[in-house]
């Protein structure tokens, strides 16, 4: 079992950046896969890093050069790093962690079988 709870996000203006983190319990947290997915009102929700146990990575085309994924093992935390922030990425943002293999699956909710509660992120223009 793996528990992960959510801090960080809030209100930054756009060109800003800002920073979630996602704190997991559980000792398999260093061999499964990490993801962040967000969910703006009215739409599904949708992928926007992952990260293997191993440090590969894949980001969603929307994100790729502004945000970066990362974990820290020796922690269970992961973390996200948003640049150059934009109004289109507030959302809420969720942490989700998984045993996902095959990379043509890293950008499935449904891959994902632990999920935190989710934390807003706001960008004013």
């Known amino acids: 079992q793996v528990q992960l709870v959510e801090s960080g996000g809030g209100l930054v203006e756009a060109g800003g950046s800002l920073s979630v983190s996602c704190a997991a319990s559980g000792r398999i947290f260093s061999s499964i896969t990490i993801a962040w997915f967000r969910q703006a009102p009215g739409k599904e929700r949708e992928f926007v890093a992952a990260m293997r146990s191993g440090g590969s990575t894949r980001y969603a085309d929307s994100v790729k050069g502004r945000f970066t994924i990362s974990r820290d093992n020796s922690k269970n935390t992961m973390y996200l790093q948003m640049n150059s922030l934009k109004p289109e990425d507030s959302a809420v943002y969720y942490c989700?962690?998984?045993?996902?293999?095959?990379?043509?699956?890293?950008?499935?909710?449904?891959?994902?079988?632990?999920w935190g509660q989710g934390t807003q992120v706001t960008v004013s223009s």
């Open positions: 989700a962690a998984g045993l996902v293999f095959r990379y043509s699956d890293w950008d499935a909710v449904s891959s994902y079988n632990y």
